[in-house]
């Protein structure tokens, strides 16, 4: 009797509009914060750039039990097996507690020495302290909220995280208004305020998050089904989800890499990489949703034994996707030096980004290329694959490259650039050429055609 409302929610324009607008408004919250931080000072927007790199390494910890679950909860709400999607999300809830709060409790007690040993410049430690101690102490709010995301999100409804993006950017825009110029009978904390804004509006989405997941499967969820366990299960989300996190770990660990050249040309390269990094954002946010909704909808058919359908669509997906990115990335090239006058007014910086435009016509395809049939093929289990590829190529030419070319060669930020684009296209080539083989798609489904038939077969016996 559900049949009807679930295919309807898995259609790509359904899920991926809400996404979207989750993205937009994400973005939005990360240009409030760089805009208004930026009224503190130049080097209060470096630390937070800065930061934020860090928080994203960080959180590929807790991709291999969100995603992980994510996949195989399409997967299993695929095929009507909703009981299990519904174990797995409650397992994976309580694995990202487990696995957060350490890492809060970390960040909270050496913010310096951590910022130090990546090479922060000096005079900026003193605010990253604040920042990160502040930010990263609520560390566990952000794996909690990634996993209630991730989960709500793959059940087919992608409005939800919605409508609770809309709530946690609205108060933290409101909060930061407060906290930076000492309105709404706020004290003036500067940066201070901002890493209090941040924590208390992800504590409150958060709250929202665990009340809607607790109805997001045809069985209610209760407190007390924290206390189950699945070995088995558990066990599945991880060989899926370790190699995304090896995959994500690998991406982000470059990218903080390439902020620590970036900090050791000078502080002004660091601003202008990170207002460079929310124009980029902007430019790929629809690009993005795509993909991400194209991973449901693909272990959807894949979990439901739809073959061709989830091969062809990922390439029309692919496409549309790909007209949006590069208009949006021309646009970009066109206005980027007035856009990137809101930020700032330092000339220098302006500059900087500016001579980055031209090349991030060029990086924002490959990107489209690399997430699209990367997301593919993880979404049918692929993902020992994709971490190869990652570790491979990421770890050579988005890792060790920039510092040769943009540092011992003194090409500087130009030269960093030119490494990025490389490592999305040659990785972009690789997961489209596995796609196309359908080795992945074919043999995967008859590997789990054949468990379930064998898990069947010793239930009956049993």
Sequence with gaps: MNSQPREKSFTLWMLAWPIFLELLLQFLLGAAD??????????????????NQ??????????????GAGILIAQRIGSRNNEEARTIAVISVKASVIIGLPLSILLFAAPEPIAAMLQLPNELLPLARIYISIVGGGMVLTAVMSTLSTAIRNTGNTKGPMYTAIAMNIIHIVLNYGFIFGKLGLPEWGLTGVALSTVISRLLATVVLFVMFHSSFERKIYWSNYRMSDSKLMKEVLKIGWPLAVSMSAWVFTQLL????????GSNELAARTYMNTLESFCFLLGQSIAMALQIQVAHRFGAGQLDAAYKGVYRAHWFAQMIVVVNAFLIYLFGGQLLGIFTKDQTIIELGVSLLGLNLLLQPGKMLNMAFGNSLN????????????????SIVAGVMPYIVGIQLGWGLVGIYVCMVADEYIRGALVLIRWRGQKALRGKHRQRTADGASKAKALGHS
Excluded: C, H, N, P
Aim: hydrophobic share 60%; aromatic share 12%.
């Design 258 to 265: 390439i902020f620590s050249y970036i900090a050791m040309i």
């Design 379 to 394: 979404s049918v289990g692929d993902t020992k694959y994709v971490m190869w590829i990652s570790l491979s190529v990421s």
């Design 54 to 67: 860090l928080f994203m390494a960080i959180t590929t910890l807790f991709v291999a039990v969100s995603s």
């Design 34 to 51: 760089t805009l208004m931080v930026s009224r503190i000072s130049d080097d209060a927007v470096a630390v937070v750039g800065f930061s």
